[in-house]
């Protein structure tokens, strides 16, 4: 049999599909918090959030944090304003 080259491999591998590693559920349940929450956010003002949701995706629980700060300085922010 012919050796098959790792770039091959690697394209066999790749037009499978995809088995997504099966996370603990609280990390998978923190991780939608999370994107929900920055597309609440995102509604609630403006385009920020994105740039804590692609960090968030590399690092969850540290684009998590950020998300959480900016959203408490937001809403105090806002509660702020309205008084």
């Known amino acids: 049999p012919v050796q098959e080259s790792r770039w091959d491999g690697w394209r066999k591998a790749a037009s499978r599909t995809p088995v ?4 603990p559920p609280p990390l998978r349940l923190l991780h939608e918090f ?11 003002n403006g385009i920020w959030p994105f740039y804590y949701l692609l960090l968030g ?3 969850p629980l540290l684009g998590f944090c ?12 806002l509660g702020a304003s309205q008084e």
Request: aromatic share 16%; charged share 15%.
């Open 34 to 44: 999370n994107i929900r929450l920055v597309w609440y956010l995102y509604e609630l």
């Open 57 to 59: 995706s590399v690092f």
């Open 20 to 23: 997504l590693p099966k996370e």
């Open 66 to 77: 950020l998300c959480w700060c900016k959203a408490l300085t937001c809403s105090a922010l």
